[in-house]
């Protein structure tokens, strides 16, 4: 099936840091509103250190449905606010810029998914959470890059998957879990144009500059399957190559006992590994995996939303109640990467 990748992408939206005043007035103006500050670990480190709560996909979704506010600020891109609204219909989500969209949920519409499910009648359709409102109602299971190996294991053998969009964290969990793409599994043609940059060359060239480095590397990767390529060819030990979720990567950083950490992923993710861990250095593979989606999430907007109430995540009640399933099966199956494991703004 043909991709529907955009050929366009906004451009990182740059402004200064704020005044420390900024904080107080938006931390006093959450409490008024009754709301909770979620920020994805992808968002500017001055946005996480605001944030009541700082996570990957999982573990805010599974705040999102937790949380007594009245109101979510989701301080991330569209699909997330998407998926807390579907799991809390009943609260207000409001995202600090409604056109901070994903390259990679854009790789697939509801309509490609159902002629798709037509060409393989009976198979599990399991979406990666990247994913809009509409495709997660088309949807059996959803997943992030946290679970979503077990979310694979968990259909039964001889039960064909349709995994989507993405290949590379499609290709990662067939490796894991066994399957035979084309067979048991079969992989939507999808990418994240951020982590799609994040090839083989530049993880090489990476490994060979600090070749003491341990390496962690996010699954939508383009350059996972170079990693373990160089786990294999003995250019780095297998042991200090890890193919982890952003969920996983902290975890790994807190056990981590090694001077420096190279980090596959979008550039974000450092705020949080450091936090985590001060006496190890990370550095990422590639300083230029900027999300510019993430980024459209400025100083400046998340205060807007916070005094004007904007942007108002809205689903229509329908597609979120066919998508509830999908996204709540995601939330119980799984490795718990949920408030536990979130970090929680230092502030509040
Ligand atoms: S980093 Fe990629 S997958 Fe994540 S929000 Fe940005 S475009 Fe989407």
Same mark, same amino acid.
């Given at each position: 099936?043909?991709t529907?990748?955009?050929?366009?992408?906004?451009?990182?939206?740059? $402004?200064?840091?704020?005044?420390p005043?900024?904080?107080?007035?938006?931390?006093?103006?959450?409490?008024?509103?009754?709301?909770?500050?979620?920020a994805?670990?992808?968002?500017?480190?001055?946005?996480?250190?605001?944030?009541?709560?700082?996570?990957?996909?999982?573990?805010?979704?599974?705040?999102?449905?937790?949380?007594?506010?009245?109101?979510?600020?989701?301080?991330?891109?569209?699909?997330?606010?998407?998926?807390?609204k579907?799991?809390?219909?009943?609260?207000?989500? &409001?995202?600090?810029?409604?056109?901070?969209g994903?390259? &990679?949920?854009a790789?697939?519409?509801?309509d490609?998914?159902r002629?798709?499910?037509?060409?393989?009648?009976?198979? #599990?359709?399991v979406?990666?959470?990247n994913?809009t409102?509409?495709v997660?109602?088309?949807?059996?299971?959803?997943?992030?890059?946290?679970?979503?190996?077990?979310?694979?294991?968990s259909?039964?053998?001889?039960?064909?998957?349709?995994?989507?969009p993405?290949?590379?964290l499609?290709?990662?969990?067939?490796?894991?879990?066994g399957?035979?793409?084309?067979?048991?599994?079969?992989?939507?043609?999808?990418?994240c144009?951020?982590?799609?940059?994040?090839g083989?060359?530049?993880?090489?060239?990476?490994?060979?500059?600090?070749?003491?480095?341990?390496?962690?590397?996010?699954?939508e990767?383009?350059?996972?399957?170079?990693?373990?390529?160089?786990?294999?060819?003995?250019?780095?030990?297998?042991?200090?190559?890890?193919?982890?979720?952003?969920?996983?990567?902290?975890d790994?950083? !807190?056990?981590?006992?090694?001077? !420096?950490?190279l #980090?596959?992923t979008?550039?974000?993710?450092?705020?949080?590994?450091?936090?985590?861990?001060?006496?190890?250095?990370?550095?990422?593979?590639?300083?230029?995996?900027?999300?510019?989606?993430?980024?459209?999430i400025?100083?400046?907007r998340?205060?807007?939303?916070?005094? $004007?109430?904007?942007?108002e995540?809205q689903?229509?009640?329908?597609?979120?109640?066919?998508?509830?399933?999908?996204? $709540?099966?995601?939330?119980a199956?799984?490795?718990?990467?949920?408030?536990?494991?979130?970090t929680t703004?230092?502030a509040r």
């Amino acid at each position: 099936m043909a991709t529907t990748r955009p050929t366009s992408f906004p451009v990182w939206i740059h $402004e200064d840091d704020p005044a420390p005043e900024w904080a107080d007035e938006v931390r006093a103006l959450a409490r008024q509103r009754d709301a909770v500050i979620l920020a994805h670990n992808y968002q500017l480190p001055v946005v996480q250190d605001v944030a009541d709560h700082v996570g990957d996909s999982l573990a805010l979704a599974r705040i999102a449905a937790q949380v007594p506010n009245a109101e979510i600020v989701f301080c991330g891109v569209h699909f997330m606010a998407e998926t807390a609204k579907i799991l809390s219909p009943d609260k207000r989500v &409001l995202i600090p810029d409604a056109a901070a969209g994903c390259s &990679l949920a854009a790789t697939i519409s509801a309509d490609q998914l159902r002629a798709w499910k037509a060409e393989h009648p009976g198979a #599990v359709v399991v979406a990666y959470v990247n994913t809009t409102a509409e495709v997660k109602a088309e949807s059996d299971l959803c997943c992030t890059s946290s679970n979503a190996v077990d979310v694979v294991a968990s259909v039964p053998d001889g039960t064909a998957v349709l995994f989507l969009p993405d290949r590379h964290l499609g290709a990662h969990v067939a490796r894991l879990t066994g399957r035979v793409v084309g067979r048991d599994i079969h992989l939507w043609d999808g990418q994240c144009h951020v982590h799609e940059d994040i090839g083989g060359e530049v993880l090489e060239q990476a490994v060979a500059d600090h070749p003491e480095a341990d390496v962690l590397v996010h699954p939508e990767c383009a350059c996972a399957t170079s990693a373990l390529a160089l786990a294999a060819s003995g250019t780095i030990g297998a042991d200090r190559v890890r193919i982890v979720s952003t969920g996983g990567m902290l975890d790994e950083a !807190r056990r981590a006992t090694v001077d !420096r950490v190279l #980090v596959a992923t979008e550039v974000g993710m450092l705020h949080q590994l450091r936090r985590a861990n001060a006496g190890v250095r990370f550095d990422p593979v590639d300083p230029w995996a900027v999300c510019p989606y993430m980024k459209m999430i400025t100083p400046s907007r998340v205060l807007t939303a916070l005094r $004007e109430g904007r942007d108002e995540v809205q689903v229509d009640p329908a597609v979120a109640a066919r998508a509830r399933g999908a996204v $709540e099966r995601m939330i119980a199956l799984g490795s718990p990467t949920g408030p536990k494991t979130a970090t929680t703004g230092g502030a509040r």
